[in-house]
């Protein structure tokens, strides 16, 4: 129910109900629901926007290519912080990672920034207990080519749960170890 505030949640017996409210028309829904994920409402701090480095919609105003502040060269941004349109997600955290870092160490050097983002991001969606596919998407949310390339059950979708769970868990481990290194994509040389 993206786009959609819950307001309140009420008990009708054992039925739990929760009251949604549109953040663009004001339209109140009912829904009557077990187990919800709520994503939490989200704002801009305001010494950032006192600052200046924001965009109209409370994002970090970066180059969605190079991902350098439009407005102050020494201020990168990346993840969930970024103003444009993308899917923010850890795979496009993940994807922006080798760009900044690109761009940070020419940016100090003095030399001109060259790292492009093409926009990519990754989700494995769960379908089950052991099924699962996966959206990709580019820039303002073109489909990458591998969109749902997996279908929504039977055999593939379990080997790709499979195949998704140790592809996840090495990412996690690459990306949030204590072990000194240069980080990812190359941890072995800047």
């Given amino acids: 129910m993206l786009g959609w505030e819950m307001i309140e949640v009420k008990y009708e017996g054992d039925v739990k109900v929760a009251v949604f409210r549109n953040v663009d028309s004001g ?10 994920n709520i994503n939490p409402p989200s704002g801009t701090w305001d010494y950032l926007k006192e600052a200046g480095l924001c965009d109209q919609n409370g994002g970090l105003d970066v180059n969605k290519y190079t991902l350098q502040h439009n407005k102050y060269e020494n201020i990168f ?9 993308t899917t923010r997600t850890m795979g496009a955290a993940m994807a922006q990672n080798p760009v900044i870092k690109n761009n940070l160490l020419r940016y100090i050097e003095g030399k001109d920034v060259n790292g492009v983002y093409d926009g990519f991001s990754y989700q494995p969606l769960l379908l089950g207990v052991n099924y699962a596919t996966c959206f990709q998407h580019l820039h303002d949310y073109e489909a990458a080519p591998k969109n749902h390339w997996v279908p929504h059950f039977g055999v593939f979708s379990q080997r790709y749960f499979h195949y998704m769970m140790k ?22 040389f800047s």
């Fill in 167 to 188: 592809s996840e868990l090495s990412s996690s481990v690459a990306y949030t170890s204590f072990a000194k290194n240069h980080g990812p994509p190359y941890k072995y």
């Fill in 27 to 36: 339209e109140t829904v009912e829904t009557p629901f077990n187990h919800a």
């Fill in 77 to 85: 941004g990346f993840g969930d912080a970024v103003g444009f349109e």
